[in-house]
């Protein structure tokens, strides 16, 4: 039939799937889905009852700053130095002669993350077009 036709019917052996289902076969999504959910509140939960409690001048927290902008840093480093996918076919130079220009421009536009990702993007960019046109 057409685009907006008629259905096909289900054949005898779905339909007699469909009736030797349990409870259990139609409701396991649904209970994954809560699972989910229930742990992904608790720990909401949990950060909301302890926002109060929680000095951000205390070493604890200090420590647990220093440690997520330690695993950025180091995100960083192993995409320009060992990068996966797409990035792994431009050259390791174009890769480290963008970054640097991408952190000068952030110190030089004051701290400007959006100059210092927008530029870095842009000379990674230019670099791999030149590459693949001039030479």
Same mark, same amino acid.
């Given at each position: 039939?057409? @685009?907006?036709?008629a259905r096909p019917r289900a054949s005898?052996?779905? *339909?007699?799937?469909?009736?030797?289902?349990t409870v259990y076969? @139609?409701?396991w999504p649904f209970a994954v889905i809560l699972? #989910?959910?229930?742990? $992904?509140?608790?720990? *909401?939960g949990l950060g909301v009852a302890l926002s109060g409690r929680i000095d951000p001048d205390g070493r604890a927290f200090e420590w647990a700053a220093c440690i997520a902008y330690a695993l950025v840093a180091?995100?960083?480093? *192993?995409?320009?130095v060992?990068? $996966? #996918?797409p990035l792994a076919e431009t050259p390791?130079?174009?890769r480290l002669g963008a970054t640097v220009l991408s952190l000068a421009v952030y110190f030089l536009? #004051?701290?400007?993350?959006?100059? #210092?990702v927008g530029v870095g993007v842009g000379a990674l960019t230019l670099a791999t077009w030149a590459r693949a046109v001039l030479f």
């Open positions: 039939m057409g @685009l907006l036709g005898l052996q779905n *339909r007699a799937s469909l009736q030797n289902m076969d @139609l409701w699972a #989910g959910a229930a742990a $992904t509140y608790v720990w *909401r180091a995100l960083v480093a *192993r995409m320009i060992l990068p $996966t #996918g390791l130079a174009d536009a #004051g701290r400007s993350m959006l100059w #210092g």
